[in-house]
């Protein structure tokens, strides 16, 4: 049954649930490109599908502008697949059960996806109209954004004619988007020894949660709480007063989203569990070198809590045993980890003196993992994958040499993927003047016009194409890339009728 067949514009929530029906994560994108593709066979339309599963959909400018210079649609069609724990729904075969209330889009226990599944929604509804009227059109879906942009890497331009762009993967109505940050994904890998568990040890898992997360990009300026940092200031904490191996450590599940979960399983010896066996234990005196486990995390609990009081109210740490693992980090290993945890540079480094409020370079320690040996033989690792960002290229530069740096220092080494280029503000715009005209007449305002620190597609697609003018924007959204995700119905209709007013006045 269909949930948002009674709001307008119809047609672009039909396709958005349409969109939303099918498994689209990044990385998996077989599915919606596979559907792209089959619009536009039935729809009489050319396309083109890529071995990455970009679509490229053609359609003639409509009567009165089939000589108008060709306009770029463009959008990605893979989305952040993140559920709550407990939700049942498989991301990688499911689709979404969406939720509306009170003018509100959301998806039960998942992300939604609007991010940008409206984009492709705008898109395949004027693709698929026949009164709109619109120049020539090449409607551009690329995949796998989410993960470092790498569809519209991958993707060959030279098909493609228009010099004009518009872009629809913003999530803030009223801001025009012209400018943003370069990026790239940086993994440092710790190699790790391992041996076996002293059978007569403790293990207990410490967990970090309840973080609020969020995007890497556009709100790192929020100072939220690094569930993974704040693990290993923990971590080290146990490490200073106690005899203590790590077997292993995870947080956060994707590099360009702020972790707001993360665990370790800590081993700990009979020398010190021997008078903590009992959290509390009346017989440890006062000025005890080690406090008990139990006092050391309700310790470390009120000192995030107080540092994250107005960003994380609700971070939690908490301690529970476990069973023991069958292989543990040797001591050596152990510190170096933590070590690498506890200097890993992670959030804004510096802001920009050009555009107030704009973050200029930052870092987000996305994804911990640990990879365990096969056998005994071969060293396993931990993995401290990152997404790197600057609107200033030298600066980019400058922190990804500072993580080969920490890699070498401590035995290991850097792999950076998904590197991209800055989308520079460009003085001359026509397209920008003209959709700021459309908005003051609209809206009977003016629009913000911003720089992003976030990567966006159109500095890709301006790299490969010179000439080109594009500027982003889209309907209101909250919490992209959280299962608190959601989508304003309102702002989406006000912003498919500024969009079809962009394209009328584009003749």
């Not at 710790?190 to 890497?216: D, F, M, Q, R």
Request: some cysteine; proline content about 5%; hydrophobic content about 40%.
């Amino acid at each position: 049954m269909s949930i948002l067949s009674s709001i307008e514009p119809q047609n672009v929530f039909h396709y958005f649930e349409e969109i939303c029906s099918i498994p689209h994560g990044s990385g998996h994108t077989d599915a919606i490109s596979n559907y792209l593709a089959a619009f536009a066979e039935a729809h009489e339309l050319k396309y083109i599908k890529d071995a990455s599963n970009n679509v490229i959909i053609f359609k003639p400018g409509t009567s009165g502008y089939e000589t108008s210079a060709p306009v770029m649609l463009q959008g990605h069609i893979d989305m952040v697949a993140v559920k709550e724990k407990d939700c049942p729904i498989n991301m990688d075969t499911d689709g979404l059960k969406l939720k509306l209330e009170n003018g509100i889009i959301s998806a039960e226990g998942t992300t939604l996806g609007g991010d940008d599944g409206i984009a492709v929604a705008f898109a395949l509804a004027i693709l698929d109209s026949h009164d709109i009227p619109h120049p020539p059109l090449e409607a551009v879906f690329t995949v796998d954004e989410e993960i470092g942009m790498l569809g519209a890497v991958a993707l060959d331009c030279t098909p493609l004619s228009s010099r004009i762009m518009l872009n629809l993967d913003s999530e803030d109505e009223g801001y025009l988007l012209v400018s943003c940050a370069g990026g790239a994904t940086a993994d440092v890998q710790i190699p790790v020894k391992w041996e076996n568990t002293n059978e007569k040890a403790s293990a207990y898992k410490l967990s970090v949660s309840h973080a609020c997360g969020g995007h890497s990009g556009v709100e790192i300026n929020k100072q939220s709480a690094n569930a993974s940092k704040v693990l290993g200031r923990v971590l080290n904490a146990l490490a200073n007063d106690f005899d203590m191996k790590l077997s292993t450590l995870s947080g956060g599940l994707k590099d360009n989203a702020i972790p707001t979960d993360a665990e370790a399983v800590v081993i700990f010896s009979d020398t010190d569990m021997s008078d903590i066996s009992t959290p509390g234990h009346a017989d440890i005196p006062a000025n005890s070198a080690h406090a008990s486990l139990q006092d050391l995390i309700s310790k470390w609990n009120q000192i995030i809590r107080h540092e994250c009081t107005h960003t994380d109210p609700d971070i939690c740490i908490t301690l529970e045993p476990v069973d023991l693992p069958a292989a543990t980090m040797a001591d050596t290993s152990t510190h170096t980890v933590i070590d690498v945890l506890m200097a890993y540079p992670n959030g804004v480094r510096k802001m920009s003196k050009d555009i107030a409020g704009l973050v200029q370079t930052s870092l987000n320690l996305g994804i911990l993992s640990t990879i365990k040996p096969d056998d005994q033989s071969t060293n396993g690792m931990v993995s401290f994958k990152s997404s790197v960002r600057s609107s200033i290229g030298s600066e980019k530069d400058a922190l990804l040499n500072s993580l080969k740096s920490l890699a070498t220092l401590a035995g290991g080494t850097l792999t950076v993927t998904g590197d991209y280029p800055a989308w520079e503000y460009r003085e001359d715009s026509p397209l920008r003047d003209l959709m700021v005209k459309i908005f003051k007449q609209q809206y009977g305002k003016e629009p913000v016009i911003q720089a992003l620190h976030a990567g966006v597609e159109c500095g890709i697609f301006a790299s490969k194409m010179p000439g080109l003018d594009c500027v982003s924007f889209g309907p209101d959204m909250d919490d992209i890339h959280t299962t608190n995700e959601s989508m304003n119905v309102e702002s989406v209709r006000r912003t498919w009728e500024y969009t079809l007013e962009i394209l009328k006045e584009l003749k």
